[in-house]
């Protein structure tokens, strides 16, 4: 919807009228499908109070504690591309990249190594595709999720298949089970999830000290002395770090890569921008070493090219008589807002300068949110891009990408795909540098 408003337009609108688009549009029945209790899909109150114990989570000291541990997959990544590169395989780059992303969020949510970079097959690579694959029944409980959403949880069908929801879940039983035993500590979410689960709330200036308990925590209780998070919604919001961490952040590192091969001179310049920040850093990539500039490809291939608000408080869309009922379902379409030559003209071209202060304030800031806006935007920002240009800068400081004919120009975005996709899939050739 583009509907004008005195200037500003319905998704802006929506955007900026929060109290009355407070929720997403999604079924929750935590007690027939414990991974549905997740932050992405609660409402209202109970969202409210979740996100107040997660933000803390997610703090910029928490992101950068974490960076070792997301470096530590970036050695599997340099040696599946160079495999390809031996056996003179085109790479599909999305399926290497999403393994990464799978093995960085494993590693930091759930705690375990899973491998899928070196075996493709892992089970939590398997588990990690079936979240998104889309059969005839999922098209058809998506559906009942937008429109009959009580009757689903009436019926008791559920979103997550049994299977995956119990692998899911044991393995984070497991894993809460092992570390509170053994008292073991590690500098991950799974470890600040755990603290939540044993009424440890979670500051701002805990960074880093892990061993100091009492130092980095302060001991509270719910008021109903329930613990500030059960076993099960422990298992949701790790199984949510997942889902909405891993296929973003790959669909991210793809499409810039794709945009990339065919703008050489900005892979060049890229590169050199890495080059340059590698030799203020000893040559290492770290988290300080973090800030590549150039990657602006979120404009053009929005990893989520939809967002979704349900409207909670009957609401009259101001300077015109669009009346939007308590209960509406409100789809915004970021790929199309951000693709509008209205804001950005020739909207097709990939032009970073675009992004300087000066055009940026030429726009609402609503015309560009590949992360969503207000305070149900994503929480997982810092991290999501924490690992998507360490990714990028993993594989453009070691290879050189252009394009296998193995993919099909122009490219066709995959419609059934809940995100952003190419139907039949992006191919790189690399060389190493
Ligand atoms: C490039 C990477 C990423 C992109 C593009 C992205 C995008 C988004 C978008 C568009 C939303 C919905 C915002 C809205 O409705 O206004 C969202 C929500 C969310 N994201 Fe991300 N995300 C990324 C990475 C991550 C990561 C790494 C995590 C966790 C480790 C994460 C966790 C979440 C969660 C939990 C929510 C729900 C927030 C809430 O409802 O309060 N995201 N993300």
Sequence with gaps: M??????????????????????????VDEENDPLTGHLFSLKGARWRSLRSKLTPVFTSGKIKMMFQTLANCSDDLVSV????IEEVQPIDVKDVVARFTTDVIASCAFGIECNSLKNPNSE?????????????WDSLTRLMTFFL?????????????????????????ETVNYRDRNNIIRKDFMHLLIQLKNNVKITDNDIGDLNNKSKMTENIKNDDNKPLLTMNELAAQAFVFLAAGFETSSTAITFCL???????????????????ILVKYDGKLSYDARSVEHLKTLRKYPPVPIHTRECTKTY??????????????VFIPVLGIQRDPKYYPDPDKFDPERFSEEQKATRHSATWTPFGDGPRACIGLRFGLMQTKFGLATLLKHFKFTLHPKTEIPIVLDLKSFFLAVEKGIWLKAERI
């Design 2 to 27: 583009t509907s004008k408003s005195k200037g500003r337009s319905l998704e802006v609108t929506i955007f900026l009228d929060f109290m009355h688009f407070t929720n997403h549009v999604n079924t």
């Design 124 to 136: 939590f690579r398997k588990y990690g595709r079936k979240i998104f694959e889309v059969d005839m």
């Design 258 to 276: 794709y945009e990339l091969v065919q703008n050489p001179e900005f892979e060049d310049l890229v590169r050199e921008e890495i080059n340059m």
């Design 81 to 84: 591309v160079d495999k390809h």
């Design 316 to 329: 009259k869309v101001p300077g015109t008589n669009i009346i939007l009922d308590k209960g509406s379902l």
């Design 149 to 173: 959403p009580n009757l689903l949880i009436y019926i008791k069908i559920r979103t997550f298949r049994k299977d995956m929801t119990d692998f899911f879940v044991n393995t984070v039983k």
